[in-house]
T-cell receptor, first 113, second 114 residues
Framework: DAGITQSPRHKVTETGTPVTLRCHQT?????MYWYRQDPGHGLRLIHY???????DKGEVSDGYSVSRSKTEDFLLTLESATSSQTSVYFC????????????FGSGTRLTVV | TQLLEQSPQFLSIQEGENLTVYCNSS?????LQWYRQEPGEGPVLLVT?????EVKKLKRLTFQFGDARKDSSLHITAAQPGDTGLYLC??????????????FGQGTILTVHP
């Protein structure tokens, strides 16, 4: 009953290959986000969605694309993976209103070799 | 340049000591959140503060939002080894349509030794 699940949990891929990470929620929340976490940087927003087929870029969106065809699924695609995209990726969902209640997934550790 | 500057980045203390973590910015936030993260897991929300000057307490943890809504602090009283973890502050910038986008500080790695 986690409410939000990410898959895969770990992945190793080669430079230049496309990679898709999946985020699935069972909470029916409108807002979904993809962040990456790197040492010394905290979490940085890659892309976010405010509804089905409504997405926009965050602060570190270069080299990434997203899709949201259903409320429950938010996909993050690395078009052509590079070593600089080695990171831990977190998906989050949020309730609406003045106080946004965030729930994060457990993360995907991606290594690009 | 980090929009939210969190300090210190590392904190190593003995059980029973008190500590404070700071989160500072030159920007105004409509709300500010504090998270705790353990290895291999996602951040877990501890508290949200929305009003300038607001103080919230969660057992031994006290959170404060600055009067101007540009800074926040987390104070832990009588720290315990179970408090060990990464603490993150994050805020939603005031003004405009935010869509709930969070800006994070760099994080504070807290280690409490028995």
């Amino acid at each position: 009953d986690a409410g939000i699940t990410q898959s895969p949990r770990h992945k190793v891929t080669e430079t230049g290959t496309p990679v898709t990470l999946r985020c699935h929620q069972t909470e029916n929340h409108r807002y979904m986000y993809w962040y990456r976490q790197d040492p010394g940087h905290g979490l940085r927003l890659i892309h976010y969605s405010y509804g089905v087929k409504d997405t926009d870029k965050g602060e570190v969106s270069d080299g990434y694309s997203v899709s949201r065809s259903k409320t429950e699924d938010f996909l993050l695609t690395l078009e052509s993976a590079t070593s600089s995209q080695t990171s831990v990726y977190f998906c989050a969902i949020s309730t609406e209103g003045r106080v946004y209640g965030y729930t994060f997934g457990s993360g995907t550790r991606l290594t690009v070799v | 340049t980090q929009l939210l500057e969190q300090s210190p980045q590392f904190l190593s203390i003995q059980e029973g000591e008190n500590l404070t973590v700071y989160c500072n910015s030159s920007s105004v936030f409509s709300s500010l959140q504090w998270y705790r993260q353990e290895p291999g897991e996602g951040p877990v929300l501890l508290v949200t503060v929305v009003t300038g000057g607001e103080v919230k307490k969660l057992k031994r943890l006290t959170f404060q939002f600055g009067d101007a809504r540009k800074d926040s602090s987390l104070h832990i009283t009588a720290a315990q080894p179970g408090d060990t973890g990464l603490y993150l502050c994050a805020g939603i910038l005031a003004g405009g349509t935010s869509y709930g986008k969070l800006t994070f500080g760099q994080g504070t790695i807290l280690t409490v030794h028995p």
